[in-house]
């Protein structure tokens, strides 16, 4: 189908703000850090899911691949066209209405495009919670949270994605609409298929809405900054303070030396608390429902405790609002920080969280063999057994030779990862990033029913063609 007529068709579903212009499509077509870069035949924003089955049926008929897109804060390419100029980029920005706000229930009801910081903020409004938390809730978008299984830093207590979501909308590849938007926690009538689009990264169908489950508002937090002189320690620490203080703890952070140091001097205020530098850092957050809960004396327990037995070396728990974000923004402050550092590679991997300290010293080994004085940016969610095993390059090796490490040192991080009997991809997804890598290491049954079930649904092909499988 020629580009005037499509255009023609795609304007009288969506409307002419439906179609971004020209010279505004190129937000759409580069990922967040600009590693994943295409070209979209046309970007369209539907504004409901009518014209989001409207636009799907046109494409599937006149043979048109379509790549869902939220806020483009994927880490893996999953969200942006290849270069053919030839796929349509659907972004679901302008379906951001809140379709129904229950809080007896404790469900919400949104439409893909809310942003993930909008929907706390509802939640709260209607005296709830919504966990979900990530450096980019600013954002990305719910309807991306799905599809990636999101993460962040609050799993630790309330699960990802798919523990947090009841029901969704979605388009199918061939245009029908499934209305999914149930609000039960109880459903036993077969296959659980909202669960199938969920982490799908848009190459199932597009995600038009979701009912998502909200939880009782904190009304108290402690926070606290921990030194530590090994990662056994920070495993140690965590069973320590989930003894004591049960599922109020609700995050565990683990950070080298070497991701707190590149956002001291990357980032204005950024500050270490703790005088003496250390090899690691924990961020360690309780919270309760009541607003006296005494979590800092419970805290200080546990941190008594673990100094005690050799474990912290050091501690500060945060005694103010000011200091708890302070204390939040050098762990989220990494991912931006490295890139200060020039190239980077980012390995978002997951192992037994008792496997941690072993992995980590295996990992470290090969990579300091393969070449030395290698930058490593080890941090992330330690609770759930997610590192985020980032490398920059050595401060006296050159971009271009970095590059030349770069597939010898992440096939080097997988086959650790392997090892331990871990995942590639703990939270991020696979998108065009992974691909390769999950064809070898993941196992070929599980890759030949996820072929079956994208070959039943997708049989043309249309849906985010080139990620994940
Ligand atoms: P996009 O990037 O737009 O899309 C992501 C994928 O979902 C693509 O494959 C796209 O095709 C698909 N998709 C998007 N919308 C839909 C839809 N409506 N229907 C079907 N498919 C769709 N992720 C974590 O899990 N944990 C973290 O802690 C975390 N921290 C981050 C920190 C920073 C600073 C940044 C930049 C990213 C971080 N991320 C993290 C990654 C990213 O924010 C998440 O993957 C997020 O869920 C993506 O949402 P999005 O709306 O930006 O999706
Ligand atoms: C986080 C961000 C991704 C990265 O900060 O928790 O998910 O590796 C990560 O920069
Ligand atoms: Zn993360």
Redesign the pocket.
Known sequence: MHDETLLDRIVGIVGPNGVVREADKSAYESD?RGAYNGVARFVVRPANTAEVSQVVTLCSEAGIAI?????????CG??VPDDSASQIVLS?TRMNRVRAVDPDNDTITVE?GVILKHLQDLAEEAGRFFPLS???EG???I???L??N????AVLRYGNMRELTLGIEAVLPDGTVWHGLRALRKDNTGYDLKQLFIGA??TLG??TAAVLRMFPRPKSIATAWVALSETSAAIRLIRRIQSLCGDRLTGFELMSAQSVEFVTRHLPGCKNPLEHAAPWYALIELSDTQTEARLGDLLEEGLAGAFDAGDVQDAVVANSETQVEALWALREGI??AQNHEGPSLKHDISIAVSQIPAFIEKADARLNALLPKVRLVTYGHVGDGNLHYNVSKPVDVTAEAFKEHASAITDAIYEVTASFDGSISA???I?IAKREAAKRHKDPIELGIMRALKNTLDPKGLM?PG?ML
């Open positions: 967040w790549v869902p897109q939220g806020g483009n804060t994927g880490l999953g969200a679901l893909a990530l450096g980019a954002s990305c978008t309807g991306g949270n599809a990636t999101a993460g962040g830093t990264e848009g597009v995600i991912s931006e939270e991020h997804g998108g985010n990620k």
